[in-house]
């Protein structure tokens, strides 16, 4: 960081003023109610069962001393919990009013919640005493009597009011008791102090947030913070005694706190609405009627407030948002009905209390454009008065972020809670002491300054306490110095392998002019399997004109659940569209749900628990409703496959299924498809069909279609001389072939030469795929270089640069290697392979032009079954954009990772057989690869052979570089860290569960991952030949398969060798056993099962590769590597052993058995618990980006 920047940061070591106590807030209530006994304090609005009524700070403040005498003279002390059962009123500014000048702790239960729920509460909080508010009584009924069974047999109550409540001319009754009122006596002392005396480390709050298994914790506030903010908050957003407060936070959420203790605090009035007026377009209409000024909102709130309104509020002048994320359009929704209103987002959590960033956004009236500015979600901004947001970096914590890097937030106040009530261990793990100062610091000088004083409220407080809050919460520090929130650290959820970011979803769904509320959840389906679910409440003030854009008509003719699914079907489609465009595949939601409204819970928040999730039946009613001809009019193999899919999909019937239906946008993904392709085998025997297909043809009746074919095709067999079946036999597949030549057009039409050495000078290279498993090796080789050392310009999907630079650390981490020095040499750029330039701008494009030397391009979609069509725009087009990066500016280098799926086909596997016969060494690094211009069988061959060929084509213009083709890129040689996703350890795993190994005596081309970089990175810097040639990776030794997963054995495993058949049916037994769908014991070759159980022994042959030119290049590379390596390197038995000790130690494996006698032991190998974090985020070989 620059001087500048780090001037802009808050300072962790500053003094925060830890000592500086204003006082207790019933205290200073008290005061403001002798000042101005007459003036208004709470008002309660007209309701349907009440008339509007009015009260004074004397009338408050008197009651709440009747009830202040009463607790203490039971027998409550100072500290102990008083429970209230509550109703929104006055008779809860009065209950905690009282309970706080006794000394005592307030904590709240609402009716609204069930009475388990409440038993919960109460055996958390322990209280010694419990008020029950009259009107909660009467609106929601006594207290259950499960809930007085808890409370008689595990509480120990020292007093109970049993019914109070505030009368209209100032009164306050307890409700009677053996013909009196509990409160009589007390009432002579109506205008005498109670005189608790109580510090700022006294207890005035509990309050509960969410917890483990569904227990909530218990939050113990501290008396400093109630009143410490309050006074900076008057003066920074013009608050005053004039002002009019709401009460519209959740009685039992803290935020309710902030609603009554500020205009207390500052001698203003509270309004407080019936509970009819809290709900679309009435609130708005309160707002104007009651000429509210303040109001503190939870962003659910704010959108009942807005919903469906049209009544104008000009009077609100600073509304604080609390809870959750805020967002742009929310913002522009509230100030279109109050023009002059400031919004004011704050962070902070129950553990912070009243300690909270913010960060402001000005009125529409005064600053009509300024929303246009800013991002679609509101920062959490900056501390208020000695409150301090630290965004610290996640795995150094003594390391404050620099500006756009992405960390952990903290928030250091001396107003964060105590703790949690009886957790003193998660306390510890939560409230952190400060590592950046010593602690004794402000000891000494409280010490000095307190001396001579005399001051009451010393008795209760323990001295300064310099802490920070661990948040959970990820952020980042913007220019201005403000934070953004940018997830929670496990706001992540993993599905079939993949790790999604709700929040990402929830941002781009929010996005749809059509969309006003939305969040996205992790749902159980029927067969268990976790399933994305977005929730979205329609603006239907745009719904009548957006479907007359559309040509569309509205269908309500039904009700419920049913009507909401069919009449927005629409938009659904459109949200999913949208998502589409946005997202990756499995990150897009697989059901949609509309709803009138969100339901909330009585905090305030969306209740996510309370979210409908509609059954098979319902959907199926939901669906377009076809004609029974219409059903008839499907061919019987569309009708066979719709039942297929029914079967498999869940929500799903047959009937729901059209001919125009996407398996995938029905629910279905790569592992139903693998599932649903034994299902089709078994349905129509013998049939072999490529998985590939079902992305090429995701629809019922394309689908369907391939199936014909094929079944026609083999009926077609059954007469040797059919010519017809000939010619579908050997149709070629070689679109991807003539694909690669018509865009050769597209290429530069020259590449200029270097005429100087490229080493002369320090490089900077541009290295695509940085994130993912080989990636990551070659960035490490290339930082570790020394004479000349090396900078990497990463190309990275991100946010920003600093969050692009984060994922980088992240995935070194997780593969054990990451040095900080490195982050000076290392620069990110935000883009994506298959985007225009990478997505980049084009001042940055042109900047990278004239500094790069060299380009790795080994950034790829990975995945074997998708057509070429779908990997075509990262693994082609991104080629492409690499080319052209060195077509102009500086003369460029370049080497590109390819792949010997490639040479997947008969032509060079007989090729091989040949040449090994001859003598030779197989398949040579010079051949054009016309060989496999036809018939390759995998999309990802095919686009690694587009690739190639206009690769190629560069050279013949005049780039100089390698093609680089490994085979199995498998694990470190050093430490053991291997990739979990590759095919080859999946076997491996695969073997272990079924206690077995099939015989396959191929060959099997494995290289470690480390040798492999080694070989790019020689191939970008001393090419084997001019102007492009190729290098072989290829193993040294080869083992076999037998000897590879044979090596199982030498380590104890329980592994005997099978033939292949019965192997193949144990694991079609396994996989549909169903015993084995949950994801701990799902077989690890269910993402690859139709490639394992077709014909493993076939699919496997593979041809043998000479390396001539590789061991050129690591010959010339020996002298910046320091590494004569040109010998190759290769598996061996040895290193199977280190590759399973490393996978038994971050889980992927169990270890072998004890009992196995005359077998090795693993190896050592050392795995930290940062490396252990890091290892969920990790990606495969490539990555997109």
């Known amino acids: 960081m620059t001087p500048e920047q780090r001037a802009l940061l808050p300072d962790p070591t500053a003094d925060l003023h830890w000592s500086k106590f204003r006082g ?21 609005t007209k309701s349907a069962t009440s008339a509007h009524r009015e009260f004074t700070y004397r009338q408050i403040n008197e009651a709440s001393n009747i009830l202040g005498h009463h607790l203490v003279q039971s027998g409550v002390e100072r500290g102990d919990v008083v429970m209230v059962y509550a109703y929104r009123g006055v008779d809860l500014v009065v209950a905690v009013m009282g309970i706080l000048k006794a000394g005592a702790t307030f904590s709240v239960i609402d009716p609204a919640y069930p009475p388990e729920r409440q038993c919960i509460y109460l055996d958390v909080a322990r209280p010694r005493a419990l008020i029950n508010i009259a009107k909660a009584t009467k609106d929601a009924g006594e207290l259950s009597e499960l809930v007085r069974k808890f409370i008689g047999e595990n509480l120990e109550l020292r007093t109970e009011i049993p019914a109070l409540a505030l009368l209209d001319d100032g009164t306050l009754l307890g409700g009677s008791i053996d013909g009196q009122d509990v409160l009589e006596k007390q009432v002579p002392l109506k205008s005498k102090s109670v005189g608790v005396v109580v510090g700022p480390d006294s207890t005035p709050t509990l309050s509960f947030t969410s917890g483990s298994e569904g227990r909530p914790k218990g939050v113990r506030g501290r008396h400093f913070s109630l009143a410490y903010y309050f006074p900076w908050m008057a003066e920074t957003f013009k608050l005053n005694p ?83 994320i805020l967002i742009k359009r929310d913002c522009r929704s509230l100030q279109g009905l109050a023009p002059n209103v400031n919004i004011v987002n704050m962070y902070g959590t129950t553990e912070t209390q009243r300690a909270v960033s913010y960060f402001e956004v000005p009125s529409y009236s005064s600053d009509g454009g300024y929303l246009d500015t800013m991002k679609d979600v509101i920062p ?75 001051e009451p409220w010393r008795e209760f407080y323990v001295g300064p306490r310099d802490r920070l809050y661990r948040s959970g919460d990820l952020g980042r520090y913007t220019p201005s110095g403000d934070v953004e929130c ?60 957006w479907l007359e854009q559309k040509g569309l008509k509205d269908d309500d003719s039904a009700e419920g659940m049913v009507g909401m699914l069919r009449r927005f079907r629409p938009l659904r489609d459109d949200v999913r569209d949208l998502l589409r465009s946005k997202l990756p595949a499995y990150a897009v939601p697989t059901v949609f749900i509309p709803l009138k409204r969100m339901p909330l819970n009585p905090n305030g928040k969306i209740d996510k628990p309370a979210l409908p999730f509609p059954d098979t039946a319902e959907l199926s009613a939901a669906a377009p409703q076809r004609r029974p001809s219409a059903l008839k009019s499907l061919s019987e193999t569309e009708q066979a496959l719709a039942q297929i899919w029914a079967n498999r999909i869940s929500n799903v019937t047959a009937p729901m299924i059209g001919p125009d239906d996407s398996f995938f946008d029905l629910g279905g993904h790569s592992i139903l498809a693998q599932q649903m392709f034994f299902d089709l085998r078994r349905k129509w025997r013998g049939i072999d069909i490529s998985m590939s297909a079902i992305f090429r043809s995701p629809t019922l009746r394309a689908f369907a279609a391939e199936i014909d074919r094929l079944l026609n095709f083999e009926s077609f067999t059954s007469n040797d001389d059919n010519t017809e079946a ?29 005429a100087e050495d490229i080493l002369a000078t320090e490089p900077t290279i541009f290295l695509t795929g940085a994130t993912g498993f080989l990636g990551a090796h070659i960035l490490r080789d290339l930082l570790t270089r020394k004479s000349p050392s090396a900078k990497v310009v990463a190309l990275v999907r991100g946010k920003s640069a600093e969050q692009a630079l984060a994922r980088v650390r992240s995935t070194c981490r997780a593969y054990g290697f990451w040095e900080e020095s490195w982050a000076s040499r290392l620069e990110c750029v935000c883009g994506s392979l298959g985007d225009a330039r990478f997505g980049l701008t084009e001042a940055a494009w042109d900047d990278l032009t ?136 999946r076997m491996i795993k695969g073997c272990i569960q079924l206690s077995a190994r099939p015989n396959i005596n191929n060959t099997v081309n494995m290289v470690p991952v480390d040798h492999v970089a080694r070989v790019v990175i020689a191939g970008a ?81 593979a041809p043998e590769l000479d390396d001539v030119h590789a061991a050129a290049s690591l010959r010339a590379d020996a002298a910046w590597s320091g590494v004569e390596a040109s010998a190759g390197a290769g598996v061996t038995e040895e290193l199977v052993g280190l590759y399973a000790s490393y996978l038994v130690s971050v889980g992927f494996l169990p270890a072998p058995s004890a009992s196995a006698t005359g077998t090795r032991p693993l190896p050592a ?12 985020g990790v990606g495969g070989r490539g990555g997109t980006a």
């Open 24 to 44: 207790a807030i019933h205290d200073i209530f008290s005061e403001n109610a002798h000042s101005h006994p007459d003036k208004l304090c709470v008002v309660e």
């Open 242 to 324: 004039n002002d009019k407060f709401t009460m519209l936070s959740g009685i039992a959420h803290d935020p309710i706190q902030r609603d009554i203790f500020t205009p207390l605090f500052l001698g203003a009035q509270l309004l407080v609405p019936a509970r009819e007026d809290i709900q679309n377009e009435r609130l708005a209409e309160w707002m104007r009627d009651y000429g509210a000024t303040v109001t503190h909102l939870t962003p659910a709130m704010g959108q009942i407030l807005v919903g469906g309104a049209s009544a104008q509020f000009p009077t609100l002048h600073h509304a604080f948002f609390v809870g959750d």
């Open 380 to 454: 959490a901004g900056r501390g208020m008065l000695d409150v301090q947001m630290l965004v610290v970096n996640r795995f150094e914590p003594s390391r404050i972020c620099a500006i756009g890097e992405v960390g952990e937030i903290y928030v250091r106040a001396a107003g964060l809670a105590e703790g949690y009530l009886g957790s003193a261990e998660l306390s510890q793990k939560k409230f952190l002491t400060n590592w950046f100062v010593d602690p004794k610091t402000w000891a000494e000088k409280d010490a000095a300054e307190s001396q001579g004083t005399n």
């Open 486 to 545: 940018s997830g929670r650290a496990d706001d992540q959820v993993k599905i079939r392998g993949f790790r999604i970011e709700l929040g990402e979803i929830d941002t781009h769904l929010s996005r749809h002019p059509l969309v006003r509320e939305n969040v996205t959840l992790v749902r159980r389906d029927k067969f268990e399997e976790p399933t994305l679910v977005s929730y979205f409440v329609p603006d239907m003030g745009k719904w009548a004109s």
């Open 726 to 754: 000939a010619a579908v036999a050997n149709e070629p597949d070689d679109e991807y072939s003539r694909d690669a030549r018509r865009l050769v057009d597209t290429l530069p039409k020259t590449f200029p030469a270097r």
């Open 850 to 985: 004239n500094r790069v030397d060299a380009v790795i391009h080994n950034g790829a979609l990975v995945h074997w079954v998708y057509p070429y069509s779908t990997l075509k725009p990262a693994n082609v087009l991104g080629t492409i954009d690499a080319l052209k990066l060195c077509a102009t500016g500086k003369p460029k280098q370049f080497s590109f990772v390819s792949s010997t799926s490639v040479l997947d086909s008969d032509h060079y596997v007989l090729e091989s057989e040949r040449s090994i016969a001859a003598g030779g060494a197989g398949i040579s690094e010079d051949d054009d690869l016309e060989g496999s211009s036809v018939g390759l069988g995998t999309g990802y061959g095919q686009s690694k052979w587009a690739g190639e060929y206009l690769v190629r084509e560069a050279g013949k213009r005049g780039l100089k570089g390698t093609i680089v083709r490994p085979g199995y890129v498998l694990g470190d040689s050093g430490s053991g860290t291997t990739n979990t996703d590759d095919f080859l350890i």
């Open 1021 to 1101: 810097f001393r090419p084997p030949v001019s102007p492009i040639g190729v290098a072989q990776v290829t193993g040294h030794p080869r083992l076999r398969f037998n000897q590879f997963l044979g090596a199982l054995q030498l380590y104890g495993y329980n592994v005997p060798q099978v033939d292949y058949v019965p192997w193949s049916k144990s694991l079609e037994q396994y996989v549909n056993s169903g015993e084995h769908d949950d994801p701990e014991s799902q077989h690890a070759l269910m993402p690859l099962y139709h490639f394992v159980t077709a014909d493993l022994p076939s699919n496997t042959k």
């Open 1165 to 1176: 190998v050392t795995i930290t618990d940062d490396q252990k974090d890091a290892m969920a």
